[in-house]
């Protein structure tokens, strides 16, 4: 039996005993909470969303977004433990997101897991969001090898990795401009879709003609891995001037399936492409647009057909969730990572670069401020 220590001798603990973590994320628009028991199985995973408070907006609003953390947060909670019928005082370690994200939502996370960590004398690990969404490829598949690539698709990133078998993560290639779960969003908006806009997509997509309009694919250069989306948008802009007046809704179909299959055939492309260049058969596709019933389908077939291993975690893994917080901390307890007293939000990217064979590689463990330095 592990006793747990009091929070100022925490961060001493050299070893971490498996036992069940609490994971909370608010980064966005998402109030998120989950149990993992002490082996990794997921007890809970409860999400409470906000899209009704910003629809009206057509977008998130970062002051509503972080009051309704504020209101949610507890609840959500207090659900979660019940949901995995474990109770606070048998949890072992609290994970929490500690950044990017919106300042004032993170900032509630943080606050509540720091209380709730010292109230119950449990170390708590800040987590970077992109490690979450990466661990997420393991919650269904704990045998997915590594190392492989990974490619993370949300709102706000559509970066490559190599995934490393020490859990070092290369980037090999990021988007330049906008991420692809912008692309959606603002393509949607452009339609007159609403928000959130890469499900309205994906679903209006299904009945058009993904071949009726030919959108640019931009792949910068031949055996390039970096990703560029803001042409695509300003094709789709031109294209609605050019059709000037309302839409039928079947040419809205086709629009949204055109210009869907313009982003998922880049992002399966510079994928595949990347397993090629790095001699592998594993790829990982994690994210909030990984939900994306056109990506999976293209992902899927040319998987069996290449031979390559294919892991698209579950929807309800793929956009933001707790689960892949407290499955990231674990992870990085299991591995020895130590927990700091001092864990503060950090909105901003804060990812440590190291140069390796003239590639950044992030450093993914958990931000500690002043010894990183932003990249
Ligand atoms: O990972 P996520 O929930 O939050 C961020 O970390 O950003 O990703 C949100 C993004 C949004 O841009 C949303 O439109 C997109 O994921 N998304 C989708 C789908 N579901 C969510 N994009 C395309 N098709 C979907 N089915
Ligand atoms: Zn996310």
Redesign the pocket.
Known sequence: MCSHPNPSEIQLEARWCPSPVLGIES??D?TAAAVLSREGIVLSNVVSSQVTIHEKFGGVVPELAARAHLEKIDMVVREALVTAQVSKHALGALAVTQGPGLAGSLLVGVNYAKALSYGLGIPIIGIN?LQG?IASAWLTDPTFPLPCIVLVV????THLYRHEVDGRCILLGRTRDD?A??A??KGAQMLGLGY????A??RIARSGDLQAFRFPRFHRTKNNLEFSFSGLKTALLYKLREMDGPLRSHQTADLAASYQEAIVQVLATKAFAALKQSNMAALAVV???S???R?RAVLSERAVREGIRLVLPPIGY???NAAMIAAAGRQLLMNGERPHADLDSSPAERFVTILDENRAHIGFSTLRGKEKTNS
Do not use: K
């Open positions: 980064s966005c998402e969001h969404h949300s709102g706000g990133h991420a779960g912008e959606f969003d959130p806009g890469g499900p997509v994906d994210g909030g647009v939900a994306n019933s990506l793929c956009t933001d």
